[in-house]
């Protein structure tokens, strides 16, 4: 794989961390009885292939939990 496409790869990735990081402090900032979120993030492959080509479309999904943690 070309070094440009990790490149775009990493620069695309990053920009959705960081707004899913902004995304959710926001979230919880705004809910303060909220004690914990169960999140799912899916990565849908939106690529137009070509339907006689045999390509299985890319797919991933992460399923996690935060735990808001309580300061005294």
């Not at 849908?44 to 992460?62: G, K």
């Amino acid at each position: 794989m070309e070094e440009s496409a990790r490149d775009q790869i990493r620069s695309f990735l990053k920009e959705f961390g960081v707004r899913a990081d902004e995304t959710i402090v926001t979230h919880l900032a705004k809910n303060e009885d909220v004690e914990h979120l169960y999140l799912r993030i899916t990565l849908e492959d939106l690529t137009p292939y070509d339907e006689h080509v045999s390509i299985s479309p890319l797919s991933l999904t992460v399923e996690g939990e935060i735990l808001r943690t309580k300061t005294s």
